[in-house]
């Protein structure tokens, strides 16, 4: 799922060797949090939140697989 996240997000940033995915387990949930170059952040997030939504519908595909809920969080 990491690495899913690093291959949808690494085209729509100016500054990819900036981009981190850490993975946050908990009991019934997995946290994925992205961080990208403050530059990038409007580029990821797109117009009104369409781009990190559609996002965010990838990896809830992805992980419902996996049993537990994926959330996917965006930061500076």
């Known amino acids: ?3 899913l996240l690093e291959t949808i997000v690494k085209p729509l940033i100016d500054n990819p060797h ?3 995915v850490r993975e946050v387990l ?3 949930s997995v ?4 961080t990208v170059h403050p530059d990038d952040m ?3 997030i797109g117009k ?3 781009i990190a939504k559609a996002i965010r519908t990838v990896a809830y595909a992805a992980g419902s697989q996996l049993d537990k809920k994926v959330y996917v ?4």
């Open 42 to 44: 409007g580029k990821v």
């Open 48 to 50: 009104q939140g369409r």
């Open 26 to 28: 908990e009991d019934h």
């Open 73 to 76: 969080k965006f930061d500076q």
């Open 1 to 3: 799922m990491k690495s």
């Open 31 to 34: 946290t994925y949090l992205v």
């Open 18 to 20: 900036e981009l981190s």
